[in-house]
């Protein structure tokens, strides 16, 4: 759960291969940033690929994010490739749709 002024904001699952990273389980992430973890541990992101819709919360959703059940909450799928494009990370992840907006940008 991530936060904005004390509301929540961001619900996000993260699916991380055990293999590649057995002692991710004992890193504090209310001090350290996930991709950076990613990079000392020899798998730095270089590509992220993402998905997004545009979804009806949920009772379980409407109360973790703190809003109206059938509010619009935008859904991201995201994956995390390495510089040899393996997979890192898989996530997907609930925007409250009433805080968060989204630019889009070309790549350069």
Do not use: C, W
């Not at 759960?1 to 590649?20: D, G, N, Q």
């Not at 935008?74 to 925007?95: A, G, N």
């Amino acid at each position: 759960m991530r936060y904005a002024e004390k509301k929540p904001a961001v619900l996000v699952t993260s699916y991380i291969p055990y293999e590649l990273f057995q002692k991710f389980q004992k890193v504090d992430f209310t001090k350290e940033k996930m991709y950076k973890i990613f990079e000392e541990m020899g798998y730095p992101i270089k590509t992220v690929t993402r998905k997004l819709e545009v979804i009806k919360a949920d009772d379980t959703i409407s109360d973790l994010l703190d809003v109206e059940e059938g509010d619009l909450i935008f859904y991201f799928h995201t994956q995390s490739f390495s510089l040899e494009r393996l997979l890192v990370e898989y996530s997907i992840s609930k925007y409250r749709g009433d805080i968060n907006y989204f630019v889009f940008e070309p790549a350069q």
